[in-house]
């Protein structure tokens, strides 16, 4: 089988990839994510959302995004969202996802004044950085990707 961290042929039924050192997940262990679809808010006036796969996250903190990042990165959840009660800077939600090399993926929904939705993504994201761009949204501030960051209109 190949490592979906580093791409090295590794033996069948590994638990750890001799070449990178990580644990593989056996595809039975793997959680069942649904479809993606846009989420709506739900929050009550005045409260965040957080949400992976595995329902609502309360209360969310620091320490827990940054639990969560790196199970992202590990391939153990597909993805975290963070919707604020009300759109900060036009933003109406972060997500993070994994990529198929364990980096973090991040996109930022922001809306347009003729409802049009573009999303402003970037690849390659540490978990330090996914959770400084958490911490920056959750403070109400629109966070800034490091690097480069590609947008695009759905």
Not at 33 to 50: D, H, I, L, N, Y
Not at 74 to 94: H, V
Not at 113 to 118: A, I, L, P, Q, R
């Amino acid at each position: 089988m190949i490592c979906p961290f580093c791409s090295e042929t590794i033996p069948d039924g590994a638990k750890f990839c001799s070449q990178c050192g990580k644990r593989l997940i056996a595809q039975e262990e793997r959680p069942r994510g649904k479809e993606f679809a846009f989420p709506k808010s739900t929050a009550v006036s005045g409260r965040w959302t957080a949400e992976t796969e595995l329902g609502v996250i309360e209360p969310f903190t620091m320490p827990i995004a940054s639990l969560i990042m790196e199970r992202i990165a590990e391939g153990r959840y597909q993805f975290l969202i963070l919707t604020p009660p009300a759109t900060i800077e036009n933003c109406r939600f972060l997500q993070f996802c994994s990529d198929d090399h364990g980096k973090l993926h991040g996109e930022m929904a922001m809306a347009k004044g003729n409802g049009e939705v573009v999303l402003r993504a970037a690849d390659n994201l540490g978990i330090r950085d996914a959770v400084l761009m958490c911490e920056a949204f959750m403070n109400g501030t629109l966070p800034r990707f490091p690097g480069t960051c590609k947008p695009y209109t759905i």
